[in-house]
Structure formats: structure tokens, C-alpha cells
């Protein structure tokens, strides 16, 4: 499915913080891309306002061609770039729409979480459990459909695979004793199907050496 032109003629700086955060998924997009890319990590406060909007990721695309640089901000905005541009996103309407379905009910996760590590009441804890089940029982759905394979389309790593991937490296990188119950809800919750996008994911070659140092702080299954 991965179509790697473009490649060569692009070179990437991806300015974010040094920590796993909200850009693993754009990681696992430029490493199985292949593209010419570096990270650097801007001071923080210093540079908060050379950002476009104050904040990070930022994605700046230069091309060899000499034409201005191509900067992007937004953390999906990066990612949904990425994957068309590359491959990793389904030409198909029906079938981009799907994935970014599934992207989006993941954020929707995240955000909510998020509240909730920060002491959000009983009806955020109440919601986000429901979100968590939903997001466990749909995903698990579209995988059983797609013929267990490990993959959400086909048989080849797509989009929504590495993004589920980011998904729980972002939710799961709490240090001990800090985890959250509902991070131990999630890993209780993990069904085999979604176990083989997880082993997919970090047995790629593209992707296996650069998600070794995660999974030993932060595993994702166990």
C-alpha cells in the first residue's frame, strides 16, 4: 500500500518535546516512509512564540526544488498529510473516512483522559469509560472484518495501524506509581485482534529499532 515517491525530494524538521507525547504516530509515519527527517527540541518557554500558533508539533518540509518551506502545524493535521502523501492513507473515500474515524475517536480518548489525570469529576470518569469501551469494541470490530490480519485494511501497515500504535504509547507513558486506573482499564480491555496490530506495528523493520526504547519504559501489552 506504501508509496514512498517524494521521498528523496523532501527533507523534514519536526520540532516537538523529547518525550513520547503526541507525535509518535508522525514518528511512525516518517521512519515507514523512509523520508529524510530529523527531530529537534525547541528551549521551552524561550521559543514558545516562533511556533505558528505557540504551540508544538511543527512539521517543516523543505524541498529540493527550492520552493518555499512548507510548514504545518497541528498534530493530525501532520499526520493525515503524511499518510496521503505517502501511501499509508486508503484512496478510497469510504475507506479514508474510516480510518480517520477511528483516528479521531482515539483523540477524543486522549482528550478526555487528559481531563481526568487532572481531576475531572465522576461524569468525565463516567464518559471516558464509555468512550474506552466504544473505542476497544470498534476497533476490534473493523479488525475482525478486515479478516483478523493484524491490520485495519488489508494486509500491509496503514495509517490507523500506526496511529493506534501513538494512541496507546501516549495513553500507556505514565512512569510507575502514577498510572491512572483507566490506563489499567485499557490494558485489561485489549482484545487479541488489537494485540496483533500492536505486534505488526513494532515487528515492522522500518519501525522495530526505533520502538525498542519505548516498549522497554513503556510496555504496551503485559
Known sequence: MANNAGSADSTYTLRYFNV????ETIRLLLLASKANWSEVHPEWPREKYDQPFGRMPVLIEKSADGSPDFVLTESRTIERYLARKYGFMPTDLKEAARQEQ???LQADVGILSNEVRLGAGNEAKERLQFLIDRLIDFHTEVLKENGDTGYFLGDKLSYVDM???G???LIFSHPPPSIPTYVQDIKKSITPEIKKVIDNVESHPLLRDHLIGITQLYPLLG
Open 167 to 169: 494512541f496507546l504509547s
Open 163 to 165: 496511529a493506534l500504535y
Open 20 to 23: 513520547v507525547g503526541i507525535i
Open 102 to 104: 477511528l483516528r479521531d
